[in-house]
Antibody
């Protein structure tokens, strides 16, 4: 079955960087885009960007441009999201989510990782 | 701040029906497919509706989606206690070049 398994919780100091991983299994990794979505405590969902594992092209939302980098390792079917220059407002649960349509990635996210809590605190 | 507006909360008794509205614009809902997600407390979101009206395998037909102009609606009939959750609409926004989520609606079963 399709699964997205994420790395464990992180605690970082302001100004540091964090990398969250998302390992895909149960399907052909290169055929489906992976998105990153975050949720601050008690808040709603916020889309950060998307990566096409086939070619590694990315689109980042303007809010995170310059601070976020999404990469993939096809040998391990893993996608990575690195967020730099962390501030307290980046404290959130970070989810990876698969686009259900391999041709149009914006037609819904059908599988989600379990989430990774990133806490930014001095 | 989100460009898709939802009511903060809706409620109804078990067995009743609720509808959740999602208001957007011509650059978002007006010209794109809409998805709906259910997020139970402490869990990852789950896809309920895609392509505005379609249900993934395993989602009961108590859940339905529709769209008119720049607004979309999620309907839940035969409300159950297990439906208590936060619900989010989402779509692509051409002007922002971003996938956007609604503000979220908490459903309470009285």
């Amino acid at each position: 079955q399709v699964q997205l398994g994420q790395s464990g919780a992180e605690v970082k100091k302001p100004g540091a960087s964090v990398t969250v991983s998302c390992k895909a299994s149960g399907y052909t990794f290169s055929n489906y885009y992976i998105n990153w979505v975050r949720q601050a405590p008690g808040q709603g969902l916020e889309w950060m960007g998307i990566i096409n594992p086939n070619g590694a092209t990315t689109v980042y939302t303007q809010k995170f441009q310059g601070r976020v980098t999404m990469t993939r390792d096809t040998s391990t079917s893993t996608v990575y999201m690195q967020l730099s220059s962390l501030r307290s407002e980046d404290t959130a649960v970070y989810y990876c989510a698969r686009s259900r349509d391999g041709y149009n990635p914006h037609r819904g996210f059908d599988y989600w990782g379990q989430g990774t809590l990133v806490t930014v605190s001095s | 701040q989100s460009v898709l507006t939802q009511p903060p909360s809706v409620s109804a008794a078990p067995g009743q029906k609720v509808t959740i509205s999602c208001s957007g614009s011509s650059s978002s809902i007006g010209n794109n497919y809409v998805s709906w997600y259910q997020q139970l407390p402490g869990t990852a979101p789950k896809l309920l509706i895609y392509d505005t009206t379609k249900r993934p395998s395993g989602i009961p037909d108590r859940f339905s989606g529709s769209k008119s102009g720049t607004s979309a609606t999620l309907g839940i009939t035969g409300l159950q206690t297990g439906d208590e959750a936060d619900y989010y609409c989402a779509t692509w926004d051409f002007s922002l070049n971003a996938y956007v989520f609604g503000t979220g609606t908490k459903v309470t079963v009285l």
